[in-house]
């Protein structure tokens, strides 16, 4: 079982309890670990677990049919499984994929105005728009503390593989320091970065890299997940939480799947409906884009406007790049031998957009969200980003390369007065010269 950066989230939550009642709410991808993590954290730090999958013991919906008042819906728990014990004021209830059972999600705002019972839900469709017909609006503001867990990032990989962790400490101490890293660690963590961009953070996939120590096995880990989540693609739930595909949605959510690697292979990376289809058009792609964002499987990236705060009212809708959330099942998407050629430092076509990909995929899991900026004019820069407060312009080097168009923004102080510097991200030790940080790509899990 890996640690997870998650449990600091839950502990801070469960510390809160006192102060005010909320259920931990968590939402995330398929597969990256959620239900192992909340089991866990509830056995350590409660008395009692009571653990309810709603996906998998359909029966338990009908507790919460008709009356929603806690001591009813106990009643009918403890009569739908007699081992279940109820002990107030010592017990919490994980509801897991809670999407399948509205009145459970709706049972949350009496149990946390009870007391009596602590809440943790979790779901794996619970971003997806009108997944469950009978939600509509029964979701009660304030009584939930919601979260977002990801597919782990590179310090957690780190861990996982059982990298002292003093050493990861000394990066961070060199990163703060603005100190140079020395070799025989800097050479050793881009070894690991590069099993981190084709194994990514799945838990499933990273357990089987370590154990058998062959990216092979975890090749076939990552395509098992991707064929899983083909079978969620249009799903939901009709009034009967009944589950109905719809057939429409499902060929569009292929096609822009399929379409992905494409997308992302364009020198200007820029989404393209007609990548898709000759005639595609946004009205008809759109809703499918959305489903798979919301699903958790890409993550948008706008083209702003302009460079000053707030940068999310300065984003552009209709002009964006899409990435994959996890860079290691990215990389299982494309052609067999993708992986043994990024390891051998050899990625022919892809190897800007793949290190693009990992930044942004670092960045999500910093719960940042992702922008660029290109101009017609030829200004283009990978991503921009708020760090220590500051609006920061990030630009990703798959080889040493010159900064063009970051120099001529940073030179500019009139037009782009609130840009504070230039964070470069590549095959570099840290330094820092000129309102320039160069760091090496392992770090970007520092830029936070």
Known sequence: MFERKIESELKEWKESLSQKKKAFLLKGLRQVGKTVIIKK??????????????????????AFVDDLTVDTIIRNLSFLNSDYEFIPYKT??????????????????????????????????????????????????GYEHTVYMKPMDFEE????????????????????????????IHEAMFRYFKEYICVGGMPAVVDSYIKNNNYGSALKEQRDILEGYKDDFGKHLNENEEEEIDEVLLGRINKVYNSIPSQLAKENNKFMYSNI?????????????????????????????????????????????????????YISMLEDGSAQNIMLGDMGQYKGHIYENIIADAFSKMKKPLYYYSKDS??????????ENEIYLVEVKAKNGNVKSAKTIMNNNKTYKEVKGLIKLGKYNIGENNNILTIPYYLAFLLN
Request: overall charge positive.
């Open 378 to 387: 030829g200004l283009e820069i990978d991503f921009i980003t708020r760090y």
């Open 92 to 141: 919490v209830l994980i509801f897991d994929e809670i999407q399948e059972c509205a009145g459970a999600r709706s049972s949350i705002k009496s149990f946390m105005e009870d007391g009596r019972y602590d809440i943790i839900a979790s779901g794996s469709l619970l971003g997806i728009k009108g997944y469950n017909r009978k939600y509509r609006g029964g979701v009660a503001v």
């Open 41 to 62: 954290f509830a056995k350590e730090n409660f008395e009692n677990v009571i653990y309810i999958n709603f996906k998998v013991q359909i029966g338990m919906k009908k």
């Open 277 to 329: 289809e000759k005639k595609g058009t946004s009205s008809k792609f759109d809703p499918a884009i959305q489903w798979l964002v919301d699903y958790g499987l890409i993550n948008y990236s706008y083209n702003l406007r302009l460079l000053e705060t707030p940068l999310e009212g300065n984003k552009i809708d209709n002009i964006f790049k899409l990435f994959v959330s996890d860079t290691g099942l």
């Open 157 to 184: 990989f780190l861990w996982a593989k059982g990298i002292d962790k003093n050493n990861i400490q000394y990066l961070k101490d060199c990163f703060n320091k603005k100190e140079k890293i020395s070799t025989p």
